[in-house]
């Protein structure tokens, strides 16, 4: 009976391990083109995103180039669209396309906020929303998640421990801070769209 128990149990921490791999190598593996996966997480991890050649070339430290043929294969695609403001063409990804969903969560999967939503908002009760900040809200892979869990009388050590949980499973590192929703409004009201993104509200759970 043990022998079968411990057979389960290593059959199980196998399978995670699995899963984790996959995660962290699913764009990778499906994607060769590190332009690509970047242009695919500038425009399709925040939707408020938007963004020129130029801007972009520094931001990737590539070759404009071919950040060029990227960005003219999406938009050809149907997956961007363009704007003229004075001399340079914005781009943003197109919200209506029938993919754009699908990205959008397969770029949440590749990062790991689909497991610190379930994680966190599953083990914490008092929680309105959840928001991500820095690098990744502007589209940008900085290495560090920045969160702001918005909420009421939150037991800090508990969710610290948390964290701490969600931080082994995705290999990331998670920065937070908790606001109550009077500091929220603040905060949104002094920053743009892009710099901030809505991941969870108790108005929309599931």
């Not at 003219?72 to 969903?101: I, V, W």
């Not at 990744?136 to 800090?156: E, R, S, T, W, Y």
């Not at 964290?163 to 409004?185: P, T």
Request: charged content about 25%.
């Amino acid at each position: 009976m043990l022998h079968h128990l411990l057979i389960e149990v290593h059959s199980l921490r196998l399978r995670t391990f699995i899963v984790q791999y996959r995660r962290l190598f699913m764009l990778e593996a499906l994607i060769t083109s590190k332009t690509r996966i970047k242009l695919l997480m500038k425009f399709f991890l925040n939707k408020s995103s938007e963004s020129y050649l130029r801007n972009l070339e520094t931001e990737f430290g590539g070759s404009s180039n071919g950040i060029r043929l990227e960005l003219n294969k999406f938009e050809t695609a149907g997956l961007l669209n363009s704007s003229q403001k004075g001399n340079k063409k914005y781009f943003r990804a197109n919200t209506d396309h029938p993919l754009f969903g699908d990205i959008h969560n397969l770029l949440l999967k590749h990062i790991g906020i689909d497991k610190i939503i379930d994680e966190v908002v599953s083990n914490i009760g008092s929680l309105y929303q959840v928001f991500l900040v820095g690098d990744f809200a502007k589209g940008l892979d900085g290495g560090i998640i920045d969160i702001i869990f918005v909420g009421d009388d939150i037991n800090q050590n508990y969710l610290l421990k948390i964290v701490g949980k969600a931080e082994k499973l995705i290999k990331r590192k998670i920065r937070y801070m908790l606001f109550s929703k009077d500091e929220i409004q603040d905060f949104i009201n002094t920053k743009e769209d892009t710099e901030y993104m809505l991941l969870w509200s108790n108005n929309n759970k599931s």
